[in-house]
């Protein structure tokens, strides 16, 4: 089976923002049961600082995510979305490294993120280390990861 290549976007109109929230919905509303009001939040709203990614496959969107400013030189990695379809095949991995690229050419030193604790090991791998305890985020059990840019 021939590997599919990805192209991985900032979100830069309103189709690609639809198309990033389109998966982020598949995945964490559909398939994880997380709530609307939850899933969607401020950080969407355009004006909010929040840079959205959206990979596509054929022009089909398969996985999304957000990084939005934190802290001063500090990052948020969030809802990283890949569809099921397309797990296994690295997609996850690029789109970490596409978030990565763009966070150090905006001047970050660090990011964080909350993992879901079955997607610690993915994080782990790609250099990102627990920090804290397990905490609930949405009937979801998730742990706080961070990862020095520099």
Known sequence: MKQPSY?????????QLQDALAVRKAVFIDE???PAELEIDEH?????????FVA?????????SRLRPYAP??????RVAVLKSERGTGLGRQIMIAMEQAAKELGYDNLKLNAQTHAQRFYEKLGYEPHGDVFDEAGIE?????KALR
């Open 32 to 34: 994880q049961k997380v």
């Open 142 to 146: 998730h742990i706080a990861m961070v």
């Open 56 to 64: 596509y496959n054929e022009q089909q969107p398969v996985g999304a």
């Open 44 to 52: 969407d709203q355009p004006e909010s600082g929040t840079i959205h």
């Open 7 to 15: 192209v991985i976007q900032k979100a830069s109109s309103d189709k």
């Open 73 to 78: 030189g500090v990052g948020k990695v969030e």
